[in-house]
């Protein structure tokens, strides 16, 4: 690598930020034309679950045993001790456990 | 995240709800540290330099995007490819759109030149933790920005290490570096439980985002089954007004 900072390179990025901008800004925006009825309240108020579902169970289920029992650790820790931070290591210590162990996925 | 019979407090700035923000994204430092660090070291061995590692974490500030972009980053960067990465980001972030309009019931009485800075800094963890706060009344702004920076930064920081130690640091997996997202979503699903019917935009969502996922290459899954969710939560009847006792503290 001869250069810190290659141009074509620094357009890559460029044209990243500004997709990923337009997206950060772009729901905001595009609320404030939307009258909140109560169905749209309920379809916003729904919104976050779904979100977490839609991005995490995929995952989820194409890493196998070993990643779906790590989540299902995290959330059997979230119910007993109302605690993100225990879920987090919980999840991540119990996937390198059973991957030390042998397991794949 | 469900309560939505509430009337909910105007937004408003106090230096008041910054230290509980903090605290409130706290769980998810240690796992931003190690997922910048796995990504510091992804992008060592492709060739990227410390100083073009850093002003991409500082302007795309998406770390799953990066994470995609840099795994399918090309030899030679042609208009083509950067098409392909510009589209790669955009499927894998437009996840942004929906949660930047979650926040507009909230934020929208501040001013503008307030509001859309603040939408700069919405990621998962500062967003979740931000909803979870309004969901049991909250409106000090504070709150989500004050989290929302002290994550920029530890992210900003975190592919140093990453990028210095990248021998070490080539199987992030085997720390279980992969499961920080997915356990942080799992610990946000369950206060969020309210009932089972509240939960049928949930079991459609999933099903459409593992169909979608199974059928259409890429990241689309999540934009797809979260409108979905969505949908079905808009044609469902009102649910029953709350009772008293479902209302949170």
Redesign the interface.
Known sequence: MTEFLRSDVMIAFAVMTAVTVASRLGGYWLMGYVNVTPRVRRMLDALPGSIIVAAALPVAVNGGPVVVFAILAAMAVTIIRRNDFIAVITGMAVAAAARALGFGG | ??A?HIPKARAYWSTAAIVPGIIAI???L??TL?FGMAFGALCAQK??????VE??MA????GL?QFV?VQSWPEV?TPG???T??LL??TV?????????????W??TLPAWQ??PS??L?T?GGW?AA?RYRDHGGADASFYLGGGIVLYFTWLFSAIPGFLLAEQLTDP????????????????????WKGSR??I??V???I???VV?WLVPGWW??????????????L?D??EPQRPADVPA
Do not use: C, Q
Not at chain 2, 177 to 183: E, F, G, H, I, S
Not at chain 2, 221 to 234: E, N, P, Q, T, Y
């Open positions: 995240m469900h939505t706290g769980p998810m240690p796992g190690a060739n990227l330099s410390l100083v073009e002003v991409m302007t795309v500030y998406g995007s972009a960067l490819a950067i098409a990465l510009a980001t955009l972030n437009i996840r942004f759109f929906l949660m930047s309009a979650t926040l507009r019931p934020f929208g509001a859309y939408m700069l919405v998962d979740l909803m997996r085997k720390y279980g570096v992969d499961l920080v997202m997915p356990a942080f979503y799992a610990a946000m699903l369950v206060p969020a509240r939960a935009p949930w459609v969502s999933g459409v985002a593992l996922h899954f999540i934009i797809a089954g979260a409108l979905s969710g969505a949908v079905s939560a808009g469902m009102e649910p």
